[in-house]
């Protein structure tokens, strides 16, 4: 599949197949693609859970207002920021540069970030964004659907995973087979509104 047809054909599938288990080998690929998606400054400030555990898709179905894609979907990933990510040795984030250029991005990542916890969830939001989009397409390319979600309560589902404290949860992107079709798409806005030409 190229990349035009998984971005026409990827849609929120409500209804997956449960008796559908994604291979450990496709886990892991779907996970390699996921860690390549974009961050600012490279920070990687994105944490995966991802739940293959029948009990646990159970339970957050039931903390997601009882919607059935994570009971029947393989695979339930919540993506999470990590919004200490920009001071937890971030010299990493470059290893494979010169020294000089790793102490800039860290002093950047300081100046950023240090004093603005809106900068630091801005940027999770951000970062989960492209992951999150990476996953989907990810999925087409392997013959399976997915749906984004954030129709969950958030103490409960943080409760499930276990968040740390110095995280928070972004959304959720259940993968699986899909066993019906989405309905017909809502309505897409048309190309005038959205795009303006050089200003608005
Ligand atoms: C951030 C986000 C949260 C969403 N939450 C839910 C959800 O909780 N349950 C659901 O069934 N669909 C959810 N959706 C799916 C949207 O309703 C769907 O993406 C939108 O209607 C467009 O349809 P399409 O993705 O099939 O093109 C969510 C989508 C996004 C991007």
């Avoid at 207002?65 to 994570?70: E, F, T």
């Avoid at 404290?165 to 087979?177: E, F, L, Q, Y």
Wanted: net charge neutral; aromatic share 8%; with cysteine.
């Amino acid at each position: 599949m190229n990349t035009f047809d998984a971005i026409k054909t990827r849609r929120a599938i409500k209804n997956f197949d449960s008796s559908y288990k994604m291979s450990p080998e496709d886990i892991k690929v779907l996970q390699e693609l996921t860690i390549l998606s974009p961050t600012s400054y490279n920070q990687q400030n994105w944490r995966f859970v991802y739940v293959t555990d029948q009990t646990v898709k159970d339970k957050i179905s039931k903390a997601s207002r009882d919607q059935a894609q994570p009971r029947d979907g393989s695979l339930v990933i919540v993506l999470c920021g990590n919004l200490s990510a920009w001071k937890e040795e971030p010299l990493r984030y470059w290893r494979n540069h010169p020294v000089e250029k790793q102490e800039l991005v860290k002093n950047s990542l300081i100046r950023k970030y240090e004093n603005s916890p809106e900068s630091r969830r801005d940027e999770a939001m951000r970062s989960c964004g492209f992951a999150a989009q990476t996953i989907m397409l990810t999925a087409r390319q392997m013959g399976l659907d997915s749906c984004p979600m954030v129709g969950f309560e958030y103490d409960e589902l943080a409760d499930i995973i276990q968040l740390p404290k110095d995280h928070m949860i972004v959304m959720m992107v259940v993968v699986g087979k899909r066993l019906k079709d989405a309905a017909e798409r809502g309505g897409q806005l048309s190309l005038d509104e959205v795009f303006f030409e050089n200003h608005f």
